[in-house]
């Protein structure tokens, strides 16, 4: 089948979401939605990083952002299914703009290294440091962050296991295009800011 020149857009090149977390000033753990992340490869040489670490794209000016600049640490917390309609709620909803944006609250952990706030739904939880931020233009700012820890489900980790069904049991989400969720085997998962209405 031949292909046709189209507007330049990211549709059909799936991102798995996730949401970061964050204190605020008064301790209150922040979390906010977002997908443009992915991982790099640093050495001291290169901002102090020492391997494998990630980088994550935040567009415009939002809370989650402001706190990562203050504290330098945030955690980010694979979305799966069941944590869906929570997630769908956080990016949906304006942290600058809701003082009660925490109304709804997964099941906090302290982070085992960093004093961030993470998700005992979510399987996988890393703990970032930033060690430099690059701005972009419209407010879009790369933080290059270190993993400074990781948890992960301990079913997870059984290499007994195949990884194909462990990544199975995982049920990830990922934002598959045209403003929809989409399911790691291809399910429709809804429109966004549709399945906040479940909670």
Not at 126 to 136: A, S
Not at 187 to 199: F, I, N, V, Y
């Amino acid at each position: 089948m031949s292909k046709v020149q189209v507007k330049n857009w990211n549709d059909f090149c799936p991102q798995q979401l996730f949401l970061y977390g964050t204190y605020k000033e008064d301790g209150t753990p922040n979390f906010g939605l977002f997908c443009w992340f992915s991982y790099i490869w640093t050495t001291e040489d290169e901002y102090g990083g020492d391997g494998l670490g990630v980088m994550a794209c935040i567009g415009g000016e939002k809370l989650t952002k402001d706190l990562i600049r203050k504290t330098g640490v945030f955690s980010a917390n694979l979305v799966t299914e069941e944590i869906l309609p929570l997630a769908d709620y956080y990016g949906s909803v304006e942290g600058r703009k809701s003082d009660d944006k925490m109304r709804f609250r997964p099941t906090i952990e302290k982070g085992v290294i960093l004093d961030v706030p993470t998700i005992a739904e979510s399987p996988v939880s890393m703990e970032l440091q930033v060690i430099k931020e690059i701005h972009l233009g419209n407010g879009d700012d790369v933080f290059l962050c270190k993993i400074k820890g990781e948890t992960m489900r301990e079913d997870l980790t059984n290499k007994d296991i195949p990884f194909i069904e462990r990544y199975k049991s995982v049920k990830q989400v990922l934002a598959g295009g045209e403003q929809r969720y989409v399911s790691a085997d291809g399910r429709d998962l809804g429109a966004w800011g549709e399945p906040k209405k479940s909670l």
